[in-house]
């Protein structure tokens, strides 16, 4: 029989211990993405009810239509608390989802590039009788496709997570002048309706 060195199992232990918790981690992201999705879409269905609802849909018909007055009506607290909390709930979550794949790549990846050539190194070496044998040096350190697309979508609910914040935020993404400035071009609409139809009758 071929005699073989003892193979430490404990030298792998810090690096299975990273790959669990990348591993959670992408779970945890996951689970958090699709709350994320979950509660925009009933903040969406509550803003809608409420757009369904509202006095001004009633009064001004055509401003109420547009996505711009929905969006500064929130701000400037004409829709309920309840809807503008899903959606600061909703970017909390999508952060919280972009927060978590990029904390395994970073955590997994310092782990590996530290320590994986050393041990596949050791690993060979001591296997197969010294056999084979290749330098730490030699061997070379590249991420996954799925490493890439784990990141790339952190990257894409951290924009979303922003993205949402921002329109809490006074003149970023809203501007109010140009609600405004609609409001009073069809209330000069009305006006000037009302006044041709008086001078008809007339």
Known sequence: ARRRRDWDVEAFQPLASAGEFAQSCCCLGLLLLMSACFS?????????RYWKASSLSAEHPAVAASPGALVAGVRHRRIPLG?????????????GSAIAPLTAATCYTAASHHRLKLLVSEFLFATTDGAVTVWPEDLDFRLAG????AVASGLVSLLGGLVLLCTELDGILVRPNRVIQITDH???QQNNNKTTSELEHA
Do not use: I, M, N, T
């Open 83 to 95: 809807p503008r909390l899903v959606k600061r709930v909703s970017a909390l979550l999508y952060l």
């Open 40 to 48: 925009q879409a009933v903040g969406c269905c509550v803003l809608w």
């Open 186 to 188: 069809s209330k000069q």
């Open 146 to 149: 799925g490493s890439f697309l």
